[in-house]
């Protein structure tokens, strides 16, 4: 018989892999693929990351579906069909689902298991995983791929646990859905998230009233069922674009590459330019129009006046025009929101706009809310669409530490240091899919998922044929790829906004630039090339005896 007073012996893996969204699933395809022992594990209840989570009303991704997708296998990219010109929450979901019964991924996805502390021991050189529930689980790499909006954010007001109606965040919708028939509904927020649902909870709530802090710049996403003479035209030519958008900032292939100022065109012309960009819809083309949209202030202006022009023209209250209308960010340096009638829905005669910046939220009551100056407002249901704990949250709710007495925490606590996004100096054998220092969120998230992936899988590869099994960022590195992450962000318009780029969402955070914003492109060239060179700025190095090695 089992002695019952005996934990099982921990699982022993070759590579742990947490989170199975879009990273982890490809992270298992890959590295299994080269022979080794993985897992994955994923607090969800499903896979899918954040398709799984984030079911609020409108949630669709603001890439193309035939751009926003796996590249790693010809035959899937051919066959999926993608219904619309923009995937939907339940679209992506169901071709997530597809790939992981296509290439036998589930088997090595445990669901419901949240991984709450890692702990690398220097001498065995394994990392330790623990789940919430208890589990232990060995291995030599491990592998996060947590996300980086996957820590959603509720604000600290006062009084939520007195609220009467019902409450949501975004990134937490319930599975069965909201009927917000006949409700007096608010919504908290205006950044993608919020741009997407409010049109569609405007049509189903008696009333909505959206407390907006910022302002945020939106463009028509003109979403459409697939064409289907443009989706065979693009299978045809699948290889190739990709390839393509592999030399392309975004990560994005089709627009074709900008090569004038904002400024060397005349106001008629500009105009006429951005026009049929607003026209055609989609964030990447607007943003393209010129060289230097960016990366110049007064050549931005251009663009953020035309957007602002837009949004008087469409609002019919000159007010809540003005105030919808952002001043105090160029476009674009903010995450740009893509919607489909944002800006029409506040014609609407049941939809209210609230400036909270000016009269912050103060209190959440029993009924509704009341803000600083002490205007209340009776809701039944509370949306927060307030974000996320960007690019750190997911990695520092894990307690993550090494026996040489590294604490991830600590060696943040200024804000994420990195090399190249992908490790930190101190934590051995830990790679981050798409982390702080990535260029990952500024791009076609899954180009570079798959990106960061294969140079993890290949870094591995190297080792054991090269008969090592560590590697570690050096400080130097670390502080070098740091500083270069800045200093192109301080080249760029981008640290002129208040965004979750630099963690300004999150009172307290360190403000930080956190993503690379040098472009998929530059960022790819430089990687590869630090591998081509032997890793440069990593120490590589063996531990473990080859007799253990062996009976592993
Ligand atoms: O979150 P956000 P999101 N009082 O952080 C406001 C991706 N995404 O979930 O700007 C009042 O952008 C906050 O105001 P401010 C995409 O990368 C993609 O919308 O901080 N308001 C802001 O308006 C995106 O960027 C897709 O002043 C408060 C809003 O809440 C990222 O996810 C769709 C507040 C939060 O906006 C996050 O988007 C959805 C407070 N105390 C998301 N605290 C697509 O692909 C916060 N806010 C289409």
């Known amino acids: 018989m089992p002695d019952a007073s005996h934990s099982p012996a921990p699982r022993s893996l070759d590579v742990a892999i947490v989170g199975g969204g879009l990273a982890g699933l490809y992270a298992i395809h890959r590295l299994r693929g080269m022979g080794l022992s993985v897992r994955a594990y994923e607090a969800g209840s499903g896979i899918g990351g954040t398709w799984f989570w984030n ?13 926003y997708s796996y590249s790693f296998s010809d035959e899937l990219q051919q066959e999926w069909k993608w219904p619309e010109r923009y995937g939907t929450q339940p679209e992506i979901l169901r071709y997530i689902n597809h790939v992981a019964d296509r290439f036998d991924l589930r088997r090595d996805v445990q669901l419901d298991t949240r991984i709450v502390s890692a702990v690398f021991d220097d001498a065995a050189n394994r990392w330790t995983l623990k789940t919430a529930d208890g589990e232990t689980i060995e291995a030599r790499y491990c592998v996060m791929a947590a996300g ?3 820590t959603p954010r509720v604000p600290d007001f006062k009084g939520l646990g007195d609220f009467k109606g019902s409450w949501y965040h975004s990134g937490l919708w319930p599975h069965e859905g909201v009927d917000f028939g006949g409700l007096r509904v608010g919504v908290i927020g205006t950044g993608s998230s919020g741009v997407q649902m409010i049109p569609i909870i405007a049509r189903q709530a008696k009333h909505l009233t959206v407390f907006q802090r910022t302002a945020n710049f939106s463009l028509p996403a003109r ?4 064409d289907a003479e443009r989706e065979r035209r693009h299978k045809a030519e699948y290889r190739q674009r990709r390839i393509a958008a592999a030399d392309t900032p975004f990560a994005i292939a089709g627009h074709p590459k900008p090569t004038r100022s904002a400024l060397d065109v005349a106001d ?7 026009e049929a960009k607003w026209q055609e819809g989609g964030s990447i083309s607007y943003l393209y129009s010129y060289t230097d949209l960016l990366v110049n ?4 202006d251009t663009a953020s006046e035309f957007v602002r022009n837009k949004i008087r023209a469409t609002v019919k209250d000159g007010r809540t025009a003005e105030l919808l209308a952002p001043k105090d960010h160029p476009i674009g340096t903010k995450r740009l929101c893509l919607d489909t009638d944002y800006y029409e829905t506040y014609n609407r005669a049941n939809v209210a706009l609230v400036d909270v910046r000016s009269d912050p939220i ?4 029993a009924t509704g809310l009341r803000t600083r100056s002490g205007q209340a407002f009776e809701l039944d249901a509370i949306v927060f669409a307030t974000g996320f704990d960007a690019m750190t949250g997911a990695l520092n709710e894990i307690d993550i530490r090494t026996t040489a007495g590294a604490v991830l925490r600590d060696h943040w606590a200024g804000g994420p240091l990195t090399y190249l996004g992908l490790m930190v100096s101190g934590f051995p054998n830990m790679f981050i899919v798409t982390g702080p220092g990535s260029p990952g969120v500024k791009t076609q998230m899954i180009a570079s998922i798959e990106q960061h992936v294969d140079w993890i899988a290949n870094c591995i590869g190297h080792l054991r044929s090269a008969g090592l099994d560590r590697i570690e960022a050096t400080p130097q590195a670390e502080q070098g790829w740091v500083e270069h992450v800045n200093a192109v962000a301080d080249s760029t318009l981008y640290p002129l906004a208040n965004s979750w780029y630099v963690g300004a969402n999150i009172p307290g955070k360190p403000r930080v630039f956190m993503p690379y914003v040098g472009g998929y492109d530059r960022y790819k060239r430089h990687s590869e090339a630090v591998a081509a060179n032997g890793y440069e700025g990593f120490i590589l190095g ?6 253990q090695d062996a009976a592993e």
């Open 362 to 365: 103060d209190t959440i009551t």
């Open 223 to 226: 979403n459409a069922p697939m």
């Open 55 to 67: 079911r609020y009303p409108g949630a669709r991704c603001d890439v193309e579906s035939l751009e």
């Open 542 to 547: 063996r531990r473990t005896p080859a007799r």
């Open 297 to 300: 202030k007064e050549s931005n």
């Open 268 to 274: 008629a012309e500009r105009d006429r330019d951005y």
């Open 148 to 150: 980086n909006l996957s």
